[in-house]
């Protein structure tokens, strides 16, 4: 079964500052996708983020890019120009092509952003 | 705007006593889908329906129970609570396809007593 690892149970940055997520998985799988979601503090969790794995190009939304390396299975968020709302729980997922319920979500990160 | 509603966000229970947490949807996506999501913790998937049909994780127990009367509406019934089962209940809506998110509600928080 695929897992997803996130090492980094908390991360704090300066505001307007660039930070970096970290996220990596295991699969023997060549095609999925892989998502970031945000779960503010009481709120509810939305998509920051997608990946296709088929695809070599980086997604980028706005601040928020991503450095997918699919041979490491690496797939890192970077957040620049931090706000204080981008204060969040983050979790990196995965989605297998092969089964439509399988999506796997890593322990998360708790992003703190400092004014 | 469209969304996926959770009612109610606050559900209390005592032990033992049946519970049912109910999710709405108006994005009329055919998968739905209830995860399990404990303190600084992942969510952990219980189960889904693709349309009318039934998915149920492995390792969800029987006390555990999903009803889709149809699309936009899904419930999560617990037959009998344990101190355990305290916990952020989330209901996710996606399309079929696996490049599709999932949208998420804002989550009912189980407390047991």
């Known amino acids: 079964a695929q897992t997803v690892t996130q090492s980094q149970p908390e991360m704090s940055v300066q505001e307007a500052e660039t930070v970096t997520l970290s996220c990596t998985y295991d699969t023997s799988e060549s095609d999925y996708y892989l998502f970031w979601y945000k779960q503010p503090p009481s709120r509810q969790m939305i998509l920051v983020i997608r990946q296709e794995a088929y695809k070599q190009q980086n997604a980028t939304e706005n601040r928020f890019s991503v450095n997918f390396q699919k041979a490491a299975k690496s797939f890192s968020l970077k957040i620049s120009d931090s706000q204080l709302g981008d204060a969040a729980m983050y979790f990196c997922?995965?989605?297998?092509?092969?089964?439509?319920?399988?999506?796997?979500f890593g322990a998360g990160t708790r992003l703190t952003v400092k004014p | 705007d469209a969304m996926v509603i959770q009612n109610p966000r606050y559900q209390v229970t005592q032990f033992g006593k049946p519970v049912t947490l109910s999710c709405s949807q108006t994005?009329?996506?055919?998968?739905m889908y209830w995860y399990q999501q404990k303190s600084s913790q992942a969510p952990k998937l219980l189960f889904h329906?693709?349309?009318?049909?039934?998915?149920n994780e492995a390792d969800t127990p029987d006390n555990f129970q999903s009803r889709r009367p149809n699309t936009s509406f899904c419930f999560l019934d617990i037959r009998s609570p344990g101190l355990g089962d305290a916990a952020m209940y989330l209901c996710?809506?996606?399309?079929?396809?696996?490049?599709?998110?999932?949208?998420f509600g804002d989550g009912t928080r189980l407390s047991i007593l």
């Open positions: 329906y693709y349309d009318k049909d039934f998915n």
């Open positions: 996710a809506t996606s399309r079929g396809l696996a490049n599709q998110p999932q949208h």
């Open positions: 994005l009329n996506h055919n998968v």
């Open positions: 997922a995965y989605r297998s092509t092969n089964n439509n319920n399988d999506m796997r």
